[in-house]
């Protein structure tokens, strides 16, 4: 399982970005994918997953309204549309795969991660 994620940058308060994560070696239509977000000096936690089969999806209540995540199947790739941004939405953003039977909501739940993608709003 390799994910790869892109589009992260310095964007000013207010503004957006949109950032992917492509997979291989998972299928993303057939399970949960996470957004997971780490600012410095705190922990990994969970911005928004994106659950199979049912389109539905959980969004962490400081990003409910601003954030929405969606997934491609033809191109097996996750996104995650961040508008509004804020300068608490500074830190390096992961996707991570296989977050078990009931798609956890922590980082501990997760098995696989890409390398990350940082964001700065400032």
């Known amino acids: 399982v390799q994910l790869v994620e892109s589009g992260g940058g310095l964007v000013q308060p207010g503004g957006s970005l949109r950032l992917s994560c492509a997979a291989s070696g998972y299928i993303v239509s057939r399970n949960c994918i996470g957004w997971f977000r780490q600012a410095p000096g705190k922990e990994r936690e969970a911005v928004a997953i994106i659950y199979p089969g049912t389109y539905s999806s959980f969004y962490a209540d400081s990003v409910k309204g601003r954030f929405t995540i969606s997934q491609d199947n033809a191109k097996n790739t996750v996104y995650l549309e961040m508008d509004s941004l804020k300068p608490e939405d500074t830190g390096m953003y992961y996707c991570?795969?296989?977050?078990?039977?009931?798609?956890?909501?922590?980082?501990?739940?997760?098995?696989?991660w890409g390398q990350g993608t940082q964001v700065t709003v400032s």
């Open positions: 991570a795969a296989d977050g078990g039977s009931i798609c956890g909501r922590f980082a501990g739940d997760y098995s696989y």
